[in-house]
C-alpha cells in the first residue's frame, strides 16, 4: 500500500507542479506581487496531497515563538524537501535562504526569485557571506520571516553535522535573536526517497535563542534542537 501511496503521490505532484509552473506564466510577465500567494498556493496544495495520500498527520508545536509578521530568523533542521514547503503555510511572509542554482531550474527557478528567496551561491567565498548579509538586510526591511538550515544539505533523521557559520554571521548583523527548530520529516519524505512513510511528523519551535558569538550562538542552537526532539513521539515498529 506505501509504494502504491509514494506512487500516486509522486505523479500528482509532479503533474500539480507542471500545470502551476506552466500557469505562473501570467504572474511572471505581468503581475509579480502575485508571486508569493501563488507560492503559498502550491505548497499547500502539495501538503495537502502528501498528508491525504501518504497518511502523514504533521504535528507542530511552540507555535507561540514565531512572530505574528515583522522580520524573524529561524533555523531548521533539514531532513526533507518537506521543509522548504511547510513554511510558506506557517509564516506570512517566509523568505528561504536556497542554494543559487536552483534559480536555473525551468519553470520553478524564475518564480523564485520573484517570491523574494535569497539565492546564495556557494561557491563564492568570502563574496557569498556578503551577498548574505545584504540578502538579509533587504529581506528584514521588507519584514521577511528568514528560513535558514544551517546544516547546510538535508541530512538524516538522528544525523549531527557541523552547523555552518552564516546563521551567526546574520543574527550578529541584524541583532535579531535565532529561533530554532526541529523536525523528523527525513522519516517521512527522506532525502531523494521516492517511497514515502505514513505517520506522525513533527515540527517542533523552541523559543528563541542569541544573538551571541559565533561559537555560544551554534551551540544554543544545536541545543534547542535537542531540546525539541525530545518531544516528538517514538515511532512504532
Known amino acids: 500500500m506505501s509504494v502504491l ?3 500516486l503521490f509522486n505523479v500528482l505532484a509532479f503533474l500539480l507542479t507542471l500545470l502551476m509552473g506552466v500557469g505562473a506564466f501570467p504572474i511572471r510577465w505581468f503581475a509579480h506581487g502575485l508571486a508569493l500567494p501563488y507560492a503559498k498556493l502550491w505548497s499547500r496544495l502539495v501538503l495537502a496531497l502528501f498528508r491525504s495520500i501518504c497518511g502523514v498527520k504533521v504535528e507542530i508545536t ?6 505574528a509578521n515583522g522580520p524573524a530568523l529561524i533555523a531548521s533542521q533539514h531532513q526533507s524537501a518537506f521543509d522548504t514547503l511547510v513554511w510558506m503555510l506557517l509564516l506570512p511572509r517566509p523568505c528561504y535562504v536556497m542554494k543559487g542554482e536552483l534559480r536555473r531550474i525551468p519553470l520553478l527557478g ?7 528567496m535569497m539565492p546564495i551561491e556557494r561557491a563564492a567565498g568570502a563574496k557569498a557571506m556578503r551577498m548574505l548579509l545584504q540578502e538579509t538586510d533587504k529581506a528584514l526591511k521588507a519584514n521577511r520571516q528568514i528560513i535558514i538550515f544551517p546544516e547546510g544539505t538535508r541530512t538524516a533523521p538522528g544525523e549531527h553535522v557541523a552547523l555552518k557559520p552564516g546563521i551567526a554571521a546574520m543574527a550578529n548583523h541584524a541583532k535579531l535573536p ?6 523528523n520529516s527525513g522519516l517521512f519524505w527522506g532525502r531523494n526517497a521516492f517511497f514515502k512513510r505514513s505517520g506522525v511528523l513533527h515540527i517542533a519551535i523552541g523559543p528563541a535563542v542569541g544573538p551571541a558569538k559565533r561559537a555560544a550562538l551554534l551551540a544554543d542552537i544545536e541545543a534547542g534542537w535537542r531540546e525539541q526532539e525530545k518531544t516528538f513521539q517514538p515511532i512504532a515498529g
Not at 535565532?178 to 523536525?183: D, E, L, R, Y
Open 110 to 116: 524564475p518564480m523564485l526569485v520573484l517570491t523574494g
Open 178 to 183: 535565532v529561533i530554532p527548530v526541529a523536525t
Open 62 to 67: 511552540g507555535l507561540e515563538h514565531l512572530p
Open 5 to 7: 501511496r509514494s506512487v
